[in-house]
């Protein structure tokens, strides 16, 4: 199976996808001394094509300003990664989804900044009536669709010779995006699009990632 071809797009697409994620066998790392984060993966359909939001950081964050990024953040105390994923959509993006969204989680992430990220694949249907960026967070919201996530050659991955690692990065229509972003989205790629179980927690992320 490849690429969008293997989706219509019809009521059968949630489900589809919920079970994938399910049959994930996930990797949860230890907190340690790390901080814990969650991101959301929205899928965002109308029966005839997706996509999956994305946004631009804001140039005055202190952190990661200006990048490319999953909706999410830290969580808070006495929080989970679905819970958390939700709160990040309402308050950085005015998206307003309750728990029944949630479909399941991909691998744990580290990041070089020391968050252990839970990605939380949700859906939202087409509704994104009043979905709007909180400037103080973000500069700008974005698409990625199915068809370009799952299109041929998007993934490259770079020797980080100095650390003796590799990158990744995918290249998008809307732009190259990298580690953690761009891990994130990778593993959803090859498990909800290819149904494959690929694993990209031993990716790195190039140095201006980490700041």
């Known amino acids: 199976m490849t690429g969008e071809s293997a989706y219509h797009y019809d009521g059968l697409l949630r489900d589809q996808t919920k079970q994938r994620v399910s049959d994930l066998a996930r990797v949860s790392l230890p907190l340690g001394d790390l901080r814990a ?3 959301a993966i929205v899928i965002i359909s109308d029966n005839s094509h997706a996509s999956v939001l994305l946004t631009r950081r804001a140039s005055s964050l202190r952190a990661h300003s200006g990048q490319w990024a999953l909706p999410g953040g830290r969580m808070d105390l ?3 990664a679905d819970e958390a ?3 990040e959509l309402r308050e950085e993006v005015n998206l307003k989804l309750t728990p029944s969204s949630v479909l399941g989680l991909l691998d ?3 990041t070089r900044s020391g968050y252990r990220i839970t990605p939380v694949v949700v859906w939202a249907d ?3 009536h009043g979905v ?3 400037p103080d967070e973000v500069a700008s919201i974005h698409t990625v669709t199915f068809s370009d996530l799952a299109k041929d050659g998007v993934a490259h991955v770079h020797p980080n010779d100095d650390e003796g690692t590799e990158v990744l990065s995918l290249t998008l229509a809307l732009d190259q995006i990298f580690a953690p972003t761009a891990a994130v989205l990778y593993q959803f790629r ?6 494959r179980n690929t694993r990209v927690s031993h990716y790195d992320q190039p140095p201006f990632a980490w700041k």
């Open 37 to 39: 984060a969650a991101v």
């Open 78 to 80: 006495g929080e989970v």
């Open 85 to 87: 994923a939700l709160r």
């Open 108 to 110: 744990d992430y580290v």
């Open 126 to 128: 087409s509704d994104m």
């Open 132 to 134: 709007t960026p909180n």
């Open 190 to 195: 090859e498990v909800v699009l290819m149904g």
